[in-house]
């Protein structure tokens, strides 16, 4: 018996379990699946849709009374505009939250045109060379009128150039896609531009009494808290103080061989970026 919990406790902490534990886990309820997305709804006129290719990749469909915005199109969807028309009836305008193939993949075949932070645009070239809708830039802090409904655009720049979050005041929650990492954060930008970034979001989390912003990935139950965004503010102040060191990582992706790990976030990064 006593070998049995011994083995159960082992188990448990197995790389398997932990990675059991790690895969997405959704509350919102199913309405729609298809080979390459699932959507759920968040709420009355809300929706989450997760790919299956970039680690639960995100989209999400916001509706008004008059029109819709689907920020993000996945990596590899098919019919998605037909996918969308079928969750709404509103018509519906793309924007992407930044510009990277996990996130505008799909949008190459199915939208004429996209709205952007204009700094990504250095990313087009290389990750969107095909697309030829047209590029529509938004502005930081301009609000979107859905009719009866609001969503602020905020650009949070720190992921890419151009990451970019939209806040729904009334509804006390945002989206911010990578900016925050969805607990793992790819930055390739320095880290005084990511503070500043955790900065003015927290800012805005604390005057808009806001409870989460949804991230662009799902690899657990990681919804971004306000409590995370102070925490990446803590963090980026102590690398850049020297306080803390990363560690050198294997497999570097985008070149950022060093990670640094704390209060449950990953900021991977490079020695360029310390400044
Ligand atoms: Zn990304």
């Not at 008004?64 to 509103?90: E, F, M, P, Q, W």
């Not at 949008?107 to 204009?118: G, T």
């Not at 650009?155 to 806040?167: A, D, L, M, Q, V």
Request: charged fraction near 20%; charge should be negative.
């Amino acid at each position: 018996m006593k070998k049995l919990s011994i083995f159960l406790l082992l188990l448990a902490f197995s790389p398997i379990a932990i990675l059991a534990q790690m895969g997405p886990q959704f509350k919102e309820k199913e309405v729609y699946r298809s080979d390459d997305v699932v959507f759920r709804q968040i709420d009355e006129h809300t929706w989450l849709g997760s790919g299956n290719l970039m680690a639960s990749e995100s989209l999400y469909l916001i509706e008004g009374n008059d029109r819709a915005i689907l920020l993000d199109a996945g990596t590899k969807i098919a019919d998605l505009d037909k996918i969308v028309a079928s969750l709404t009836k509103k018509p519906v305008t793309l924007i992407a939250t930044h510009v990277h193939p996990d996130h505008t993949g799909s949008a190459i075949h199915y939208f004429p045109e996209m709205y952007l932070n204009a700094a990504d645009t250095v990313n087009i070239p290389s990750i969107m060379p095909d697309y030829k809708g047209e590029l529509k830039f938004l502005k930081d802090r301009e609000i979107i009128d859905l009719g009866g409904r609001k969503i602020e655009v905020v650009f949070t720049p720190g992921h890419t150039p151009g990451s970019t979050s939209f806040i729904d005041k009334e509804a006390g929650y945002g989206f911010s896609a990578d900016a925050f990492g969805s607990g793992n954060l790819l930055l390739t930008l320095d880290f005084s531009t990511l503070l500043a970034t955790c900065e003015k979001m927290n800012a805005i989390i604390e005057n808009y009494g806001l409870t989460k912003l949804y991230p662009g990935h799902y690899f657990g139950v990681n919804v971004e808290t306000p409590q995370r965004v102070k925490d990446m503010i803590t963090l980026s102040k102590n690398v850049l103080s020297g306080k803390v060191k990363g560690e050198e990582r294997a497999n570097a992706t985008l070149g950022l061989n060093l990670v640094v790990s704390d209060y449950g976030v990953r900021i991977n990064y490079n020695a360029a970026q310390i400044k």
